[in-house]
Nanobody
Framework: QVQLVGSGGGLVQTGASLRLSCAAS????????MAWFRQAAGEERNFVSA????????WYADSVKGRFTISRDRAQNMLYLQMNNLKPDDTAVYYC????????????????WGQGIQVTVAT
């Protein structure tokens, strides 16, 4: 079992930065892959970024490439998402997740989810 607790959201202006954090507890395995998804109001949950727990290979959605950076701290069991140059289209509830398929963009391959973090980007 893995428990995930996300934090760091808020209301910001266009062009601002935010860093989301996700504290993981329980049995994090070397074979796990960590990811961030987001869900805007009335829409499906979509992939944002992923990283392998060991090795740190990264994947990004085209919409955030060059603006967002995913990272993890294995010693602290933490996952991060640094979000720069935020745009109103980035407004969503963000979720951290743990799964088995490296870089998967499908929610069905993630077994554990954080509680969701609201990010609102004002114009």
């Amino acid at each position: 079992q893995v428990q995930l607790v996300g934090s760091g959201g808020g209301l910001v202006q266009t062009g601002a930065s935010l860093r989301l954090s996700c504290a993981a507890s329980g049995r994090i395995l070397d074979s796990h892959s960590m990811a961030w998804f987001r869900q805007a109001a009335g829409e499906e949950r979509n992939f944002v970024s992923a990283i392998t727990w060991v090795g740190g290979t990264e994947w990004y959605a085209d919409s955030v490439k060059g603006r967002f950076t995913i990272s993890r701290d294995r010693a602290q069991n933490m996952l991060y998402l640094q979000m720069n140059n935020l745009k109103p289209d980035d407004t969503a509830v963000y979720y951290c997740a743990v799964g088995w398929i490296p870089g998967s963009k499908e929610t069905r391959f993630y077994d554990y989810w954080g509680q969701g973090i609201q990010v609102t980007v004002a114009t």
